[in-house]
């Protein structure tokens, strides 16, 4: 199977066990911005309903997730099931009734019931995903995108990535390729406002950072595009995340 197809599966596996109360199923990320390698990108998407899902439908939910597991890319899925209400009536942090990715799939294992009965919140990431499925999102099914999510503030659509950029930068070490390719996205939306894919962010970031920073930049985009390891020094590397930290947050 191909990205496609497991969408195709799931969104086919999500109309049985949520009916009418399924509003619509969009996919953010790189799929979306048409930058997605199965080896080095998760499938993201956001499950939108018009009332929270009962407990035995949030377990049947995940469960299915759970079995078609080994089909996915290795990044896994990410979604999150929002009510159709904060979509269009935005408010931050974001409520959400679920959400699964492969950070849970350990406890979702151990425990499906009381995971499904915990797993629910605020996220400021909604934040973002939102505004990438209001520019580039792509509908799997439902109702179209503009009748289903609003106006995204530009002061929450800042604060959240701001909030994802300093929280990648203090364990930077764990996945400096994505550290690097995030923080130049980050930074190029608040110098110029501009919305960037992972490739587009890399080729923002060659073009517009110190040349210091070149080998660190190159090394993500070397990364991205061919899975080759991501090599920089790691003074160089601490150096980046400093400087970006810096240029991000200062007022």
């Not at 953010?28 to 009332?51: P, Y």
């Not at 992972?198 to 040349?211: C, F, R, T, V």
Request: with cysteine; glycine share 6%; net charge neutral.
């Amino acid at each position: 199977m191909d990205e496609k197809d497991i969408l195709a599966q799931v969104t086919s596996s999500f109309q049985k066990i949520l009916k009418d109360n399924l509003v619509g199923i969009y996919v953010h990320g790189s799929i979306a911005f048409n930058c997605f390698h199965w080896d080095r990108s998760d499938i993201d998407f956001i499950v939108v309903t018009k009332e929270t899902p009962f407990l035995q439908e949030k377990i049947k939910l995940l469960d299915y997730l759970l079995k078609i597991d080994g089909s996915c890319p290795p990044k896994g899925l990410e979604m999150s099931v929002v009510l159709e209400r904060h979509c269009m009536e935005f408010v931050y942090p974001t409520p959400f009734e679920l959400h699964f990715s492969n950070a849970h799939k350990a406890a979702c294992r151990a425990d499906l019931k009381k995971f499904c009965e915990t797993m629910h919140g605020t996220d400021k990431d909604l934040a973002a995903h939102f505004t990438v499925i209001k520019e580039v999102g792509i509908k799997v099914c439902g109702k179209k995108i503009d009748s289903v999510f609003g106006m995204v503030p530009k002061a929450d659509y800042m604060d959240s990535i701001k909030s994802d950029a300093a929280d990648a930068a203090k364990q930077y070490d764990r996945d400096p390729a994505y550290t690097v390719i995030n923080l130049c996205r980050v930074l190029a939306y608040n110098r110029e406002g501009i919305l960037l894919s992972k490739d587009q962010g890399i080729l923002w970031g060659m073009e517009n950072l110190p040349g210091t920073y070149l080998p660190v930049t190159q090394a993500a985009g070397q990364y991205y595009h061919t899975g080759q390891r991501f090599y920089a020094e790691e003074e160089l590397v601490k150096g980046f995340v400093k400087y970006m930290m810096i240029q991000i947050f200062k007022k």
